[in-house]
């Protein structure tokens, strides 16, 4: 049948007119995202930084080297005390004395304080041990009547406080004093027995300078 054979191309050609109109309104979708990880930051971390100082004082040399934060420092010195003329009493004032030398090797921790204007001030102490030397020994009423030179290692300790002035970039000029004990030391002996000097201690005033290396980083 003629009109059938057309009714039914016309109503294929709507089909595909409504298809193609259909498929032109789609929109275009856009390819799928692959999420992306935020990457963490490279931070540098100022945890310290290294410094080695320097000391002098009346009859004392100091060497030393360490490691310091925001408000601590830690380090491990060596000094050399000068021959310095002990003077003690035993029976009356100023009949003993005795020439006392030693080299010593501190850990030494410090307490800095705070800074106002470029100076910090710091409190702190140290321990460790000492290589004391006794010589020229005298005594008219006390033994050793012969020779009372001696050697010997000691435990030392010290307390110290300062202050710390930033003269320049890494380097601070340190005016402060220290204590340093060492305990009882003896002279040698002879036959009629040997002496011993309680409680011998120094009081130094040091002045001396520390340059800071450039500050440790930690990667995080």
Same mark, same amino acid.
């Given at each position: ?67 310091? &934060?925001?408000?601590?420092? &830690? ?146």
């Amino acid at each position: 049948m003629p009109g059938c054979s057309r009714v039914a191309a016309a109503l294929l050609g709507i089909a595909a007119l409504t298809q193609g109109a259909r498929a032109a309104d789609m929109p275009s979708l856009p390819p799928p995202s692959i999420p992306i990880q935020p990457v963490a930051p490279v931070t540098w971390l100022s945890t310290g930084a290294s410094y080695l100082r320097g000391d002098i004082g009346y009859r004392i040399a100091t060497f030393g080297a360490g490691i310091k &934060t925001s408000w601590l420092r &830690t380090d491990l010195t060596l000094d050399y005390v000068s021959p310095t003329r002990y003077t003690g009493k035993y029976v009356a004032p100023g009949d003993t004395t005795a020439k006392v030398q030693a080299v010593t090797a501190l850990f030494n921790g410090y307490f800095d304080l705070g800074t106002w204007y470029r100076l910090t001030p710091y409190v702190g102490g140290g321990a460790g041990v000492g290589h004391v030397s006794i010589r020229d020994f005298q005594s008219t009423n006390a033994p050793p009547f012969a020779n009372g030179d001696d050697d010997q290692w000691k435990f030392v300790w010290a307390g110290m406080a300062g202050v710390g002035w930033a003269v320049a970039p890494n380097l601070s000029l340190d005016l402060g004093y220290r204590y340093l004990s060492f305990g009882n030391l003896h002279t040698g002996s002879d036959a009629a027995g040997s002496m011993t000097f309680r409680n011998v201690a120094g009081h130094e005033v040091r002045v001396g300078l520390r340059w800071s290396f450039d500050d440790l980083r930690e990667y995080r």
